[in-house]
């Protein structure tokens, strides 16, 4: 709990403006834990960040039992790297009254790499998404509540993964704010040959990419670093 609220401190003094907080791994092979143990990971540190931090906390998750407590604890944005799909989740979601991020997956995070075969990418994820927010608007959560996400690395092989951040914009159709996951991925790596902690450079670039392509949210590891170049190409954007 300690170092996770001084990590999320170092964060905010940084200009984060949102900080993401999750208890279960999306890492293939990753072990599964039951919805009691994500609570007990993921609840101290939401109750702590919100009561202490100038920060929105987002919550990671999938489960309707800890979109609900999370809610209780003081959490402002509910994350779901599964779109609100499981049974009970929309609904929790609705309740909550928070905003919510629905990304794009194919699958499982564990068989999701076995799902890319796609007619038109983009037009798949684009389909999924409306087809989400459709969900949403008949469990009565408000279009201002949704934010949408391509889910860079989530059932995509490399040339999909650049293929959609090339083509990003296209989401903005949907006239919904886009959420935009790429620090230090896997895409980057296979482009620059570095490891996770070695690309930040990548990573920077990608945000200013996205940025470019109007996207609203950046999830990041590096903050201040971002958060300059988000300001740099804004300041040109601004420009005369
Ligand atoms: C290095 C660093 C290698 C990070 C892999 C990773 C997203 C997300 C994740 C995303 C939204 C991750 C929970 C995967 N990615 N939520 N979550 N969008 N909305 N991998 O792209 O960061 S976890």
């Known amino acids: 709990l300690d170092s996770a609220l001084r990590h999320a401190d170092a964060m905010v003094r940084a200009g984060a403006a949102l900080i993401d907080v999750g208890g279960e791994s999306t ?18 540190v939401i109750e702590a960040i919100a009561a202490r931090l100038d920060v929105i906390v987002s919550v990671d998750t999938s489960s309707p039992a800890v979109m609900r407590e999370s809610a209780h604890l003081g959490a402002g944005m509910i994350n779901d790297v599964r779109a609100l799909q499981r049974d009970g989740a929309l609904q929790a979601a609705s309740e909550s009254d928070l905003p919510v991020c629905l990304m794009h997956m194919r699958g499982e995070p564990e068989t999701m790499q076995q799902l890319t075969h796609y007619d038109d990418l983009l037009e798949d994820v684009q389909g999924f998404l409306k087809q989400r927010i459709f969900a949403c608007e008949a469990a009565g959560i408000a279009a201002e509540r949704i934010v949408l996400d391509p889910g860079f690395g989530f059932a995509k092989t490399q040339a999909q993964n650049m293929s959609l951040f090339k083509h ?6 949907l006239g919904h704010p886009l959420l935009v996951g790429v620090s230090r991925k896997s895409m980057i790596g296979a482009v620059l040959g570095r490891e996770a902690n070695d690309r930040l450079a990548g990573s920077l670039a990608l945000a200013a990419l996205a940025v470019i392509r109007g996207v609203s949210i950046l999830r990041v590891h590096d903050v201040a670093e971002t958060l300059d170049v988000v300001r740099m190409v804004n300041a040109v954007v601004a420009a005369h």
Request: cysteine-free.
């Open 27 to 44: 890492r293939p092979g990753a072990r599964k834990i039951s919805e009691a143990e994500e609570l007990q990971r993921v609840a101290p």
């Open 168 to 173: 990003l914009e296209v989401l903005n159709a």
